[in-house]
């Protein structure tokens, strides 16, 4: 198959990677030096289950000069949604499948709204990497994907890509109620990604601070309270099971800190942004995911302004 990974992130470098060396050709968007990198020495990607170098791939900057493809894996972050969905015109055939492997609850819709006759599936992503300098991705854990249609169906799109990602190693499941399933990500993306950017800490480090742990639970029950405005059940059993998740994830810096790290916006209008604008809509108050928001909009001022006076 042929293949567009648009935003060549630690997401879209590592999944585009696995596609790649299993034999599937490969167009990778990226931009910056991190581009420049990519079509200078290739992708490469340093894993405890296996170093990967991708070279014989289209390493470019615009869609409009990659082509048509079969897949595309949509790996932007959350506030480039919409400009990307509007960019892919020039790779879009009628049969093209776009699989969005976003944080947040809403992009894959988004997407949809653009191109209302393609096949758009919902990805949730669980894996631990990072871009470790331009062209190289550290992947330290993980690497599965979960996925589904909006309206559940088991569609022979939705089977193609499933033994798409199989047949190249990357484990995954096909979901029949995939917003649950970004809901309950969500669970872990409003406090760990905010607390991490305002404690300066790694998820090590919050959960072996009791308070920075009580913070988190409490910022989930509003994660659970926007959620059942929507439909969705999350058993407030599923606070400890994040809780234990996240020991088990060692000194691993949420993406939202490494962005804050490299100077790059945040994504706090998809997590905790989001958790706020439900609950104040239905009279509820959402003082924890507020006072993040607005607490990293500030960080992130400053970060973007010290990075310009550097």
Not at 51 to 79: E, M, N
Request: net charge neutral; with cysteine; proline share 5%.
């Amino acid at each position: 198959m042929r293949i567009a990974v648009i935003g060549t992130g630690a997401v879209g470098g590592y999944f585009g990677a696995k596609l790649a060396a299993a034999g599937h050709e490969l167009v990778f968007l990226a931009r910056g030096k991190h581009l420049e990198a990519l079509q200078a020495s290739g992708l490469r990607v340093l894993s405890p289950n296996g170093d990967l170098h991708i070279y014989k791939a289209d390493f470019l900057a615009s869609t409009a000069q990659a082509g048509v493809v079969d897949v595309i894996l949509f790996c932007v972050k959350s506030y480039d949604t919409q400009p990307a969905a509007e960019s892919l015109g020039p790779l879009l055939s009628d049969q093209t499948t776009i699989l969005s492997l976003q944080n947040g609850i809403d992009n894959p819709e988004k997407i949809a709204a653009v191109w209302r006759n393609h096949a758009v599936f919902s990805g949730v992503v669980y894996i631990g990497a990072e871009i470790s300098s331009p062209g190289v991705i550290r992947h330290s854990n993980g690497g599965k994907i979960v996925f589904g249609a909006a309206d559940g169906q088991r569609s022979q799109p939705a089977i193609q890509i499933e033994r798409l990602l199989s047949e190249a190693g990357i484990p995954c499941q096909l979901s029949s109620n995939i917003h649950e399933v970004q809901w309950s990500k969500l669970l872990w993306n409003a406090p760990f990604c905010a607390i991490s950017c305002l404690a300066r800490a790694d998820v090590q480090q919050i959960v072996d601070s009791p308070p920075l742990t009580s913070l988190a639970i409490d910022c989930m029950s509003e994660v659970q309270s926007a959620a059942k405005l929507r439909g969705i059940i999350l058993p407030r059993a599923l606070f400890d099971q994040t809780i234990a998740f996240s020991r088990g994830l060692g000194a691993f810096k949420p993406s939202m800190l490494q962005d804050l790290e490299a100077g790059k916006p945040l994504e706090h209008e998809a997590f905790n942004g989001t958790v706020a604008k439900l609950l104040q809509a239905s009279g509820k108050a959402a003082p924890i995911n507020q006072a993040f928001q607005s607490l990293l909009q500030q960080l992130e001022r400053h970060s973007r302004e010290g990075k310009h006076t550097r």
